[in-house]
């Protein structure tokens, strides 16, 4: 399973990173992806990493916003900001990718706001 | 980046009937040298993170009834599910993962009349 951190309330400029911890499968061996869903909307590929090399492909529409990274010593991918804002409020996924996304976690709610 | 449209954006359907759901992408999801669709099917109930239910197009995942189903190939593909049941009512999104970015269609919302 996959088991993300807590929901988590910003204001506009904060950091933040948000955690996704595998268990019960090998976790190096897997991709691990980030999608991200506008209250009310679809699902947005964000990027996805190799838990094994942490080797990362960003979406052009993300790239630069957002930083994936992963400990693969302790089973947890991470999504970060900088620098966020309003229009990042939203829940975010992380998934396993063997072929599609076959394990998802809970999700994180992620709202910003002054 | 391959852009995934989906139609319907949303159906309403009696109970055990049967639905179509459309996918088509900008451009070809046949990867050549292994002859697979890279295309999946996922079902999001409300409050929940998507499931994936078909892969490869058509091979569906393990628990997933054999209601569903999925088809084609190339650029167009369907995902079908018959004898439609109250706890099939979710959003269903496709998702290309031939070329990253691995986008996914707008959706489609199943209701019941």
């Known amino acids: 399973q996959l088991l993300q951190s807590g929901a988590e309330v910003k204001k506009p400029g904060e950091s933040l990173r948000i955690s996704c911890k595998g268990s019960g499968y090998i976790f190096p061996n897997y991709w691990i992806a980030w999608v991200r869903q506008m209250p009310g909307k679809g699902l947005e590929w964000m990027g996805i990493i190799y838990a094994g090399d942490s080797d990362t492909i960003y979406s052009p529409s993300f790239e630069g916003q957002v930083t994936i990274s992963v400990d693969k010593s302790i089973n947890t991918a991470y999504l970060q900001w900088t620098n966020l804002k309003a229009s990042d409020t939203g829940i975010y996924y992380c998934?396993?990718?063997?072929?599609?996304?076959?394990?998802w976690g809970q999700g994180t709610t992620v709202t910003v706001s002054s | 980046d391959i852009v995934m449209t989906q139609s319907p954006d949303s159906l309403a359907v009696s109970l055990g009937e049967t639905i179509t759901i459309n996918c088509k992408s900008s451009q070809s999801v046949l990867y050549s040298s292994d002859n697979k669709n890279y295309l999946a099917w996922y079902q999001q109930k409300p409050g929940q993170p998507p499931k994936l239910l078909i892969h490869w197009a058509s091979t569906r995942e393990s628990g997933v009834p054999d209601r569903f189903s999925g088809s084609g190939s190339g650029t167009d593909f369907i995902l079908t599910i018959s004898s439609l049941q109250a706890e099939d009512v979710a959003v269903y999104f496709c998702?290309?993962?031939?070329?990253?970015?691995?986008?996914f269609g707008q959706g489609t919302r199943l209701e019941i009349k």
């Open positions: 998702q290309q993962y031939d070329s990253p970015p691995h986008t």
């Open positions: 998934a396993r990718h063997p072929n599609g996304l076959d394990v």
